[in-house]
């Protein structure tokens, strides 16, 4: 610490009739470092990613403070610059994998648009390897597939392999796993945590799952009623937590009434 | 699907006749054969002929050409019109919006037979052949639009506000490549759907403009002034089953319609 923090933000963002969702959150996003934003269901989460990629108005709401990225501020960036800086810079991941994909184009050629997106130069080199890297096919018969041909799970790191193309700076990921099930989860889970050791890609890891968040962050940070109530490292938030809320989030985690043990027979 | 597949090919097949009617049609569809006035078939005469002593085999083939060649086109008339205004809707913002909703609706609601018959009705009635051929068919297109444009309206805002896009956002994606690769996509099913759709439609609209005269002139034959000249028959189809040549043009009208509404029939779920 004590270097200038990747991402440090000051928001407060709301959605007409909806009233004030985040109200002055503050948060600081060092480079390399995974940090989960937890808060239960509406508590304005995805509000928070979608607003540092400055798409909030594509939902209908409004922000204003100030999002520090590389010390530009990107409140005051033309959409121009937005553009250029969106899926190269910092990307994002969301949580309906299927319908994030373009159901007329094939696996390959959303992939070489979102390269194409940001670059001239022949992209093959470097999709092949991204492929590889989130462990997906690169064979042919695989890239010529349409998204109504894929499962969730593959469908997921399609997306993963658009968004770390162009080995952003930055990976916000908006509740990435919670449409898959327990086993691609923990695949997916781990994926982000090898991109993160291999890549040095810092990532905003939204959920409402605070134990997936433990087991992926190197930090936690709280959300409740449009604030940052409590953050600290995973060790800290589950065995000494400071807020009423988190101290709630933290008893409401379930745990085995039995020891595991007792599940293999004698 | 074999049953789709059978339709294909008969409709198929049925274009490729009409389309070569002046090989397969014995005679012209104007020649009149003074001797033969009103005839029952005969070899010469397959369907026999008319009271003006033409072919009716030959008039049913170039009519049922006209008129399957120029359907299509007003379809196709009034989907390009649709998709234009349907995604300016879409895409104008709101108050262009609200505008063009309002318009549909009162295309909507005005009633259609009575518009084409007074829009028809207004233009004189001894205009060329080729010209009442051209209004007719140009009418029904231009009048069209506004089924299909609420459709089109809905479809693009709907492919607006899907994630896809949004995705496609988030990646820095220009919005000219949006455009041409993520909206306009996966708005063609929806168009190709809609042409479909109304070409039945335009196919009997011209049949009954054609059966109250008000379709295509003389001597040029249609479904339309083809069903008209059964009015002129009743005596005759007292006894249609003593007649039955004198129905070709119905039969083949109804048959062609119904393949195909039943060739639009998709297994459910595919667009």
Aim: charged letters at 15%; aromatic letters at 8%; glycine letters at 8%.
């Amino acid at each position: 610490m004590g270097l200038t923090p990747l991402l440090s933000l000051y928001l407060t963002a709301e959605y007409p009739g909806k009233g004030t969702v985040l109200n002055g959150v503050s948060l600081d996003v060092q480079a390399g470092e995974i940090l989960g934003l937890v808060g239960q269901s509406g508590s304005g989460k995805s509000t928070l990613a979608l607003s540092i990629l400055r798409l909030l108005h594509f939902k209908g709401g409004s922000d204003s403070g100030s999002i520090l990225f590389r010390e530009t501020d990107l409140m005051k960036a033309s959409e121009k610059d937005m553009r250029k800086l969106r899926g190269k810079d910092i990307s994002l991941v969301m949580q309906s994998p299927l319908a994030s994909l373009n159901p007329s184009m094939t696996v390959g050629n959303q992939l070489l648009e979102a390269w194409r997106a940001h670059s001239k130069l022949d992209g093959t080199q470097v999709i092949m390897e991204t492929l590889r890297q989130v462990s997906l096919s690169v064979d042919v018969a695989f890239l010529n597939r349409y998204p109504t041909q894929l499962s969730v799970g593959l469908a997921q790191r399609v997306l993963i392999a658009m968004a770390v193309l162009h080995k952003p700076a930055l990976l916000l990921a908006d509740e990435p796993t919670s449409a898959l099930d327990a086993l691609t989860q923990a695949e997916i889970l781990e994926l982000f945590a090898r991109l993160n050791r291999e890549n040095a890609t810092a990532m905003l890891y939204v959920s409402h799952d605070l134990l997936s968040v433990a087991s992926l962050c190197h930090r936690i940070a709280i959300l409740h009623e449009g604030r940052i109530v409590e953050q600290g490292e995973p060790k800290d938030i589950f065995e000494n937590p400071q807020h009423e809320y988190t101290r709630k989030l933290v008893n409401a985690v379930p745990t085995l009434r039995f020891k595991s043990r007792e599940l293999i027979p004698a | 699907m074999k049953l789709r597949r059978i339709i294909a090919c008969l409709l198929i097949g049925l274009a490729v006749l009409l389309l070569g009617a002046r090989w397969v049609a014995p005679h012209g569809y104007e020649q009149q054969f003074r001797d033969f006035i009103a005839a029952s078939p005969t070899k010469e005469f397959p369907l026999g002929t008319d009271a003006l002593g033409r072919d009716r085999l030959a008039r049913l083939l170039y009519g049922s050409r006209l008129s399957l060649l120029l359907a299509p086109a007003a379809a196709a008339v009034s989907v390009f019109l649709a998709a234009l205004i349907g995604g300016l809707a879409a895409f104008a913002g709101k108050r262009w919006e609200r505008a063009i909703l309002l318009a549909t609706d009162l295309t909507l609601s005005l009633p259609w037979l009575f518009l084409i018959l007074t829009i028809r009705g207004a233009m004189p009635l001894d205009v060329q052949p080729e010209i009442s051929v051209l209004i007719t068919f140009l009418v029904l297109g231009l009048l069209g639009w506004a089924g299909p444009a609420r459709v089109v309206r809905a479809g693009v805002k709907k492919i607006i506000a899907s994630d896809f896009v949004f995705q496609a956002n988030a990646m820095g994606t220009p919005p000219r490549r949006i455009f041409f690769h993520y909206i306009l996509p996966n708005v063609r099913p929806l168009l190709f759907a809609q042409f479909w759709i109304s070409l039945p439609v335009f196919i009997l609209s011209e049949a009954n403009l054609g059966a109250m005269g008000l379709s295509v002139s003389e001597p040029m034959p249609s479904w339309g002034n083809l069903l008209r000249e059964l009015e002129s028959q009743t005596s005759a189809l007292e006894h249609p089953l003593q007649n039955w040549w004198l129905l070709a043009p119905i039969v083949l009208l109804v048959g062609v319609v119904s393949l195909l509404q039943v060739w639009q029939q998709r297994p459910k779920g595919s667009l």
